[in-house]
Antibody, heavy 125, light 106 residues
């Protein structure tokens, strides 16, 4: 059974770098029909897609964050990671990792079918 | 970016009610629309993908419809465990974008 688990510091100082890891169990990151993604949710607010990565290392980022974000894979550990630089209070959120399924069609469908439990990150001095 | 809106933003309902939530995209997204359910303190759960395909394990009282810019999520008979917030999400283009959510409570 596929499970994802986020880990990382719960408190980050303003202007520093947020670093989170998602550990995948029950499936390999070397998946031809999926991406591995990050989504966040500020307190009391809605969901924001951050970005995702394919097994090849190809990444897709939200343009609103692209200058500060990087997603990477560590296939030896079956983990993928998120780095967000120069954080501010607005980056305080619950961060989720998720599998993004690619359903082949003339134009591929994408949907997030398995999510981690989420990890709360607070940006504060 | 494609903007997603939902209506209503919240509603009160009773067990056994039929519920319909509407999602609208700012441009056509064909049927590249997913629905998620989120309960307090929990991760979102996929209900519907490709506008009308029921995710494995999701009860058949949930159904999705629509194409182009207008979509619906229907719950045929609300159960106590269905009280939650529901989000639509487009996957037609990146950045993937979510609607603001519809909170369903008693």
């Amino acid at each position: 059974q596929l499970q994802l688990q986020e880990s990382g510091p719960g408190l980050v100082k303003p202007s520093e770098t947020l670093s989170l890891t998602c550990t995948v169990s029950g499936a390999s990151l070397s998946c031809n029909t999926c991406y591995w993604g990050w989504i966040r949710q500020p307190p009391g607010m809605g969901l924001e897609w951050i970005g995702h990565i394919y097994q090849s290392g190809r990444t897709y980022y939200n343009p609103s964050l692209s200058s500060r974000v990087a997603v990477s894979l560590d296939t030896s550990k079956n983990q993928f990671s998120l780095k967000l630089t120069s954080v501010a209070a607005a980056d305080t959120a619950v961060y989720y990792c998720a599998r993004v399924v690619i359903l082949g069609a003339i134009r591929d469908y994408y949907y997030m079918d398995v999510w981690g439990n989420g990890t709360t990150v607070t940006v504060s001095s | 970016d494609i903007q997603m809106t939902q209506s209503p933003s919240s509603l009160s309902a009773s067990v056994g009610d039929r519920l319909t939530i509407t999602c609208r995209a700012s441009q056509t997204i064909r049927n590249y629309l997913n629905w998620y359910q989120q309960k307090p303190g929990k991760a979102p759960k996929l209900l519907i993908y490709a506008a009308s395909s029921l995710q494995t394990g999701v009860p058949s009282r949930f159904s999705g419809g629509g194409s182009g810019t207008d979509f619906t999520l229907t719950v045929s008979s609300l159960q106590p465990e269905d009280f939650a917030t529901y989000y639509c999400q487009q996957s037609y283009n990146t950045p993937f974008t979510f609607g603001p959510g519809t909170k369903v409570d008693i």
